[in-house]
């Protein structure tokens, strides 16, 4: 046949690629914040150090334990290990929702530390652009808690979990929430560093 | 062969049909009016639904727009016959109150910049064309999609309500610099109005990413076989542009302004800084109004290539099929396009020269801003030679789209002017920036919209607009545009934003002017209830269309049935053989993109030893036989 280019569709899965662009911008929307920070730190009149709160360093170790375990659910889930499959997806569950909790704690301690809203601009940005990342992961959360249900709910019986495992388009889902998860830590990963260091 | 295609096609079908699973395999179902008309996931459908929520915008935008003008151009007229309409926001002495005028004039820009040119525009077009002219079912998420539409929506109630509020909607301009739009005290518009204004760019910001993905990810991703990057017709490589740009730009503005929204309730101070208010110093310090305007012209700037990106696209596309011949350097207009696009981040700051920025900064900017004539040239000149000696059929889309050129040269030519630094110093915040932006981006990329609703009018509801009615359209449209906006250029020292220039013996000798300017406003405005009329009227009682594809266009959407359901192509989707410009090629008018290479013939853009005469003539023979 006359056909000549075999066209390479479907490389990458079409969710995934939405996905991948839908980081694009919400790195854009970081980086306005973060580039807006550098901006006001260079004006060194108005700009007081802050205290990095403690709890932030624990939350970084959880949020990085929960991309862990977030890997391994979905590993356990490609391999069919159902049993695993759930307890992974709940451990990684369980770390978000520490996460969540630990940086409210963060913000206690900041707040303790005599570090208001709308007090220096410094803190003020802290408060923003963690509650900003907060947010993402709050979203996350709630995609993990969606999986958790699914993981106890969906594998019934043997045919049932082959048909779950093996159809590409009921694996994408579990695989955007790991990208989607992956981000957020690394994006927090970032932050931190960013925010302590630049 | 045959069965990896059906593979693929039953994959693709899974795949755009994800989302409602009821309807595998077969597309023209049955369906209720709601999933079928309001929460539709069809591309086409939503496309519809972009366009007539955009011509609402346009006729409330345009709508103020008129206001203003009376004002402006009547400034001692007695407007009390307005009372019905706007209430207390007339003077008792009956002029428009100076708050009101600013509260008009924000609503205009933010209305015609966002809901009608953003989402009107490219949320219309990229959403009906993408899947038709690449060959693909749907988008690559119809949800996502009919998310993008319902967000717009919601955005559209919240900005239509904040019309309705005691204290009147944002009246800071479209741009909300603080510490004017950071105050409630500063303004009554800044109440609040901004609230209003920015929880709805929010969600439209949230409309306009969840789109673009779509749009960046279907382009990338669904194209059918054969139709490669280098195979696309131009607006699809415009789309495809635009949302990328959108993707990187407007997710500052959504930082920007959250940030506004803790300066504005929160009490932060990352905008505000050594304010006196009413005789009181504000506990606000820190903060850096220009820090504001630097994240909003980092959207703000790509934002008018955002507009004017479909617009050059569509155009492109209308010049080529109504002269029968193929787009003047196809490769050039996509460079070109890539490099405004590239361009459009690093040119920001000519938005604020007046800012006190650095001068060396200032001029670096300049460069930029100047460079980007060279792409812009590029186009124009491939589109004047597309039409050089074509065969030009004057329908009405090729009506608007020749006006959009003339209308890109007339506005782009002051672009010049006022990207110089120097320059702008003196022209800024006057009319002749008024006059710039409105011809350049304001009613060019209007005439790019209306020559992509003319064109593809049939196509979309399956009949022709009135002809008749087109014309006057046009010419009302085109005359007035160039009477309100020409002018305008001599008014180069007349400040913006003033509700009145009575008080000012120096603008004294614009008062006449003025009144024409109003006049022509006015004219032009009720020259597009006649568009409104046509468009609506044909939807319903168009004459019927009969032919498959009435314009003899090689591109795909003609392919499909006169009123193709969702899926697109009843069959399996069309292959693609070429690129989309095959027009009066070896003889032949037009050669469609389904249509494979035929013995002798080179495709476009490689390179083989020139056809003699003889091969042509064989061709010929060929194809008349």
């Known amino acids: ?198 | 062969m045959s069965q990896e295609t059906t593979i693929k096609e039953h994959l693709e079908t899974h795949v755009t049909d994800h989302d409602h699973d009821h309807d595998h395999g077969h597309h023209d179902h049955h369906q209720s009016f709601i999933s079928k008309y309001i929460f539709s996931t069809d591309h086409k459908t939503i496309a519809k639904q972009f366009l007539v929520t955009g011509i609402i915008w346009a006729i409330v935008g345009g709508g103020l727009s008129v206001l203003f003008r009376i004002q402006l151009g009547y400034p001692d007229a007695d407007l009390s016959w307005m009372k019905p309409l706007l209430g207390k926001w007339i003077t008792p002495e009956g002029h428009i109150a100076p708050e009101f005028y600013n509260a008009l004039i924000t609503m205009h820009g933010t209305i015609l910049v966002f809901f009608v040119l953003t989402a009107g525009l490219s949320g219309t077009f990229s959403n009906y064309l993408i899947p038709l002219m690449i060959g693909a079912r749907d988008m690559a998420s119809g949800f996502i999609n009919m998310l993008s539409y319902w967000f717009f929506f919601l955005s559209s109630v919240v900005m239509a309500v904040s019309f309705f509020l005691a204290t009147g909607p944002a009246s800071g301009g479209w741009t909300a610099y603080p510490p004017l739009n950071a105050l409630p005290a500063a303004a009554s518009g800044s109440v609040a109005g901004v609230d209003y204004w920015l929880v709805s760019i929010v969600l439209f910001i949230v409309s306009v990413l969840l789109g673009g993905l779509n749009y960046i990810t279907t382009v990338i991703n669904l194209r059918t076989r054969g139709m490669k990057m280098f195979r696309l017709p131009l607006p699809i490589w415009a789309f495809f542009l635009t949302a990328v740009i959108g993707l990187l730009s407007f997710p500052v503005l959504l930082s920007a302004g959250v940030l506004l929204l803790f300066d504005r309730n929160l009490g932060t101070s990352f905008y505000l800084d050594q304010i006196y208010i009413g005789g009181e110093a504000l506990a606000n310090a820190g903060g850096s109004p220009i820090l504001y305007q630097h994240l909003f012209w980092f959207l703000g700037h790509p934002e008018v290539y955002i507009i004017i990106l479909p617009a050059m696209g569509i155009a492109s596309e209308v010049l080529s099929v109504h002269s029968r011949k193929p787009i003047f350097g196809y490769t050039a207009m996509i460079y070109s396009l890539l490099a405004i696009a590239v361009l459009s981040f690093i040119v920001w700051a000519h938005h604020m020269f007046m800012t006190g920025m650095n001068p060396f900064i200032g001029s670096i900017f300049v460069i930029f801003t100047l460079i980007i004539a060279v792409p812009s040239a590029v186009k124009v000149f491939n589109w004047l030679t597309t039409l050089w000696r074509g065969n030009i059929k004057l329908t009405p889309p090729m009506m608007f789209a020749i006006g959009f050129v003339s209308l890109f040269i007339s506005g782009g030519v002051t672009g010049i002017f006022l990207g110089n630094s120097s320059i702008d110093v003196e022209l800024h915040d006057t009319y002749f920036v008024v006059a710039h932006f409105h011809l350049v981006m304001g009613v060019a990329a209007f005439f790019g919209m209306f020559a992509g609703i003319y064109h593809w009018f049939p196509k979309m509801f399956g009949r022709h607009m009135n002809n008749t009615l087109s014309y006057i359209h046009f010419w009302g449209t085109i005359v007035c545009a160039y009477l309100i906006f020409f002018p305008m250029h001599w008014e180069y020292m007349l400040p913006r934003r003033y509700p009145t220039h009575a008080g000012f013996d120096t603008f004294g000798m614009f008062a006449q002017l003025n009144e024409f300017i109003t006049i022509a406003a006015m004219a032009s405005f009720a020259f597009q209830l006649i568009f409104v009329f046509n468009f609506f009227y044909s939807i319903w009682y168009g004459r019927k269309l009969k032919e498959q594809n009435p314009y003899h266009a090689t591109t795909l959407e003609w392919t499909t049935p006169i009123r193709p359901g969702h899926g697109n192509w009843p069959g399996d989707i069309p292959e693609v053989h070429r690129w989309a410009y095959d027009y009066s090629k070896h003889g032949r008018d037009f050669i469609p993109q389904t249509e494979p290479l035929s013995q002798y013939e080179i495709e476009h853009g490689e390179h083989g030893d020139e056809m003699d005469s003889d091969v042509i003539a064989h061709e010929n023979d060929d194809h008349q036989s």
Do not use: C
């Open chain 1, 1 to 198: 046949m006359s056909q000549s280019i075999s066209h390479k569709r479907f490389i990458i899965h079409p969710y995934k690629f939405n996905m991948w662009l839908a980081i694009v911008a919400m790195i854009m929307m970081f980086a306005a914040f973060t580039s807006a920070y550098v901006v006001k730190k260079a004006d060194f009149r108005y700009w007081v150090d802050v205290p990095f709160p403690q709890m932030f360093t624990f939350s970084t170790i959880t949020i990085l334990l929960s991309s862990v375990f977030m890997h391994l659910s979905l590993v356990t889930f490609r391999r069919n290990q159902v049993s695993l499959h759930r307890l992974f997806m709940l451990l990684t569950l369980v770390a978000g929702t520490s996460f969540l909790a630990m940086q409210i704690m963060g913000w206690q301690e900041l707040y303790d530390n005599g570090i208001k809203l709308n007090g220096n601009v410094a803190g003020s940005f802290l408060y923003v652009i963690s509650g900003a990342h907060f947010l993402h992961v709050a979203g996350g959360v709630i995609g993990l808690l969606v999986f958790s249900v699914f993981a106890f709910t969906r594998f019934r019986n043997p045919v049932d979990t082959l048909v779950e495992n093996i159809h590409p388009y009921k694996q994408i889902g579990l695989e955007l929430m790991a990208t989607y998860w992956h981000f957020v830590d690394v994006l927090w990963l970032y932050l931190f560093f960013f925010l302590q260091y630049s």
